[in-house]
């Protein structure tokens, strides 16, 4: 479990997140969901300790970030987008580095078969189209086997069929006991794996339980002030 109180970030005197409290329950998936320049990958670098989140106290299952640092690391992980990838090593060489450093059990093959990576699992990432990158970068998830998946926008460049396995692979993470906060423009999807959804609106966060509302229709109502049409 993931316990969040306090946390504020400022850029200069710009601020961006601002005394947000919050908890992330084990065997959950939580959305969070803004424009873009909003503050959502700033708040998954704060909960990973890349950013200073001022006052704020972040325990994940009762281990303080500033208190036992690595200790709290080690129960996460986080990489923010493909670019951070090393363009000249490969799939493999990543999913190696990931299993050594984070202590992990989980095969790597298996991964690569229930990913469909095996066709470029020994190319280097450079190669890679963002669809394969994509997909590297959630074997590195499955791979590193951490309790707190933060997934910053990882539909990016999937096709219909790549986003369904996703999904997939999103719920039996969460079966599995797995607590995930996932941030995404893709509303529908957004909608079919969240149990809970965090609109991060005016350096707030706004929290709705998914009873099977329009995402859409309450992305359009809190951001951009339109309410649905009713015929």
Known sequence: MLEVSHLNF????QGLLSDLSFTLAAGSITGLVAPNGTGKTTLLRCLCGLLPSGPGVLHLNGIDLYRKRTAYLAQLFFLENSTQLYADLTVADHLKYVRKMWHSSVSIQDTVGELEVAGYYRKRIRDLSLGMKQHALLAMYLVADPQLLLIDEPLNGLDPTSIQQFERIFTQLK???KTLLVSSHQMDS???VSDDVFFLKDQHILAEPNTGQDMMAE?????LGQEAAHG
């Open 219 to 223: 992305y359009s109502r809190i951001f």
């Open 10 to 13: 400022a850029f200069g005197k």
């Open 175 to 177: 079966a599995a006991g």
């Open 190 to 192: 957004v909608g079919r």
